[in-house]
């Protein structure tokens, strides 16, 4: 990912890049001539007003930390940390000195769910019933120290509380793991949001299929996005009779409207790194930048995520059905150790309990 944001701030308006960081020096040669530099300490001599973080998420913690320490904001890869606690450290460090700390979680600038995000807040959809999402696709080699619910689960996180505006208040999931790794390669979470929002993620690295799925369903049809594509398409529900009867069996009883939209598509990335930008220009955490404090909460909610799936053992065998007691589910608590914000007197501990099948 090293590459990809290398590539961005070397051509964007108002940023110079003076060095990078890698232990392998530039195997890719996306650098032009930028000094690689061995150690952070040496970046930092360079005066840098701040800093883009895409190491393994184990490191995110110690780099972060060196950079606070050091007064240099930074936009630090997702997920913010490898852990929780490291992520409050983090939040705290950035915060008490008053330094912008963002996390790139890059589907908040896709052009599809922006478009997304923008049309439920202006009600087009009316109540919001439920938020399915699916990311799938091939096993990522470059991928080591965390499993599938901390690289890529995290995105479906963030995304379904920023398109709805609200938070997970439950939540039960279930991983495996297949590739040989020490790490969870598929999970399938089903949840649901403060305002009673039904949640669902199926997230994996084991599909040779690439699929970047988020369907919103409410009260007047459905958005589906597609993040690979960048497109939005609403499905309304039925306002016209299907009197064909035999169509009746693949369609339903009536159609409503589709439409594509058609809007600006640019990268996400360099939404980004411009809304970045300016939020460190500005001195402050605005600028529609993900925060680091936003970035600890999908840190929780992934953390809730493994606990519900290491805690959930009720197993119920075939020809049980009618007589089976309710399975026996653990609840996931996350209780959110969050540092204040200035002004700001804390979160009340939010508990993610598991229902009962």
């Known amino acids: 990912m090293g590459r990809n944001h290398a590539r961005i701030l070397s051509s964007l308006d108002g940023v110079e890049l003076v060095g990078a960081v890698d232990p392998a020096g530039d195997p890719h040669g996306c650098l032009h001539g930028v000094p690689v530099l061995t150690d952070v300490a040496r970046l930092l001599e360079r005066g840098i007003d701040y800093a883009v973080v895409a190491c393994p998420t184990a490191l995110h913690e110690q780099v972060g930390l060196q950079l606070a320490d050091a007064g240099v904001c930074a936009l630090i890869e997702k997920p913010l940390a490898h852990t929780s ?9 950035f915060e008490e000195r ?7 979680h890059i589907e908040r600038f896709n052009p599809a769910l922006q478009q997304l995000r923008q049309r439920l807040e202006a009600g087009e959809l009316g109540e919001v019933f439920q938020v399915v999402t699916r990311r799938q696709g091939p096993f990522p080699h470059r991928i080591a120290d965390v499993g599938v619910v901390k690289d890529l689960a995290t995105h479906d996180i963030d995304l379904t509380s920023w398109i709805t505006g609200q938070e997970y208040v439950s939540l039960s999931a279930r991983t495996v793991s297949k590739s040989g790794r020490d790490h969870e390669d ?29 369907a ?11 993040t ?47 809304r970045f930008r300016d939020a460190v220009r500005g001195g402050s955490g605005s600028g529609g930048i993900v925060t680091a404090r936003e970035g600890l ?19 119920l065998e075939t020809g049980a059905l009618e007589t089976a007691t309710p399975l026996e589910v653990a609840s996931a608590v996350i209780t959110s150790g969050s540092p204040s914000a200035p002004g700001d007197h804390g979160h009340s ?4 309990a598991e229902p009962t099948a």
């Open 216 to 226: 919103v369903t409410g009260e007047r049809g459905c958005f589906v996005a597609d």
């Open 98 to 104: 008053g330094l912008v700390a963002g996390v790139g």
């Open 186 to 214: 598929m999970v399938a979470v089903v949840g649901s949001l403060t305002d009673g929002t039904m949640v669902s993620h199926l997230v994996n690295w084991l599909s040779p299929l690439k699929e970047r799925f988020a």
């Open 297 to 315: 909460r999908t840190v929780e909610v992934s953390a809730a995520v493994l606990a519900s799936a290491r805690r959930t053992t009720g197993v």
């Open 349 to 352: 501990p939010v508990r993610l």
């Open 228 to 274: 690979l594509t960048a497109d939005l398409t609403f499905h309304a529900n039925g306002a016209v009779a299907t009197e064909w009867e035999a169509l009746r069996a693949f369609r339903g009883v009536a159609e409503g409207d589709t439409v594509r939209y058609a809007f600006p598509k640019r990268e996400p990335l360099v939404v980004e790194h411009e």
């Open 85 to 93: 606690e490291a992520a409050r450290r983090l939040v705290a460090a």
